[in-house]
């Protein structure tokens, strides 16, 4: 839907409001992990155009205000939810070194035998997610696994997560229970 020449005028003459909502209520700007003033400044812009789409007379400026702010919410909700999704899918919980968390050195084998053994017995998604274990273990992100493997990170943290359900049901693993 377009906007009329009259409602474009409002949003021209409340422009001053996007800032001034930006400047009073989002504190943490230029810190890593918020979005910077112009992206946060175009999604305010947002929440204008639907104030001056919605409005139905009263006073404007708080309507608006409250739509815009509401905007802005929810692109830094998006903005951390994104941004704790990357940091988990980068988080390798499986390393080289956490192999050999149980003492013997020979564990090492043992574990990638039963990880094999468990791998055969899987079907569908959790022998992915085992193979995706494995890789991430090698120092991988799930970007490059997925790259690797021929589907989109996301998938490749469904698989291991699928993964790490089924080998908790793996009696030979509790000794590797804190990895999993």
Known sequence: MALTPTQMQVVEENMGLVGKVIKEKVHGLGQ????????????????????VMTDK????????????????????????????????????EITSTSFLSCA???DTLSLRHILQQAKQQAQGGAAKGIQCLEL???GYSS???????????????MWMTRAR????????????????
């Open 57 to 92: 007379g009263g006073t404007f400026s708080t309507y608006a205000y409250r739509l815009i702010w509401n905007e802005i919410c929810d692109e830094l909700v998006r903005n951390t939810r994104l941004i704790l999704k990357e940091q988990s899918a980068d988080t390798i």
């Open 165 to 180: 359900k089924y080998l908790k049901g793996f009696p030979e693993l509790q000794c590797y229970a804190e990895v999993m």
């Open 32 to 51: 890593p992990g918020v979005p910077d003033y112009d992206d946060l400044f175009q999604t305010g812009c947002i929440g204008l155009i639907k104030a």
């Open 136 to 138: 991430m273990a090698q």
């Open 143 to 157: 970007q490059e696994v997925g790259n690797i493997i021929g589907a989109d990170s996301g998938t490749v943290r």
């Open 104 to 106: 013997d050195p020979l």
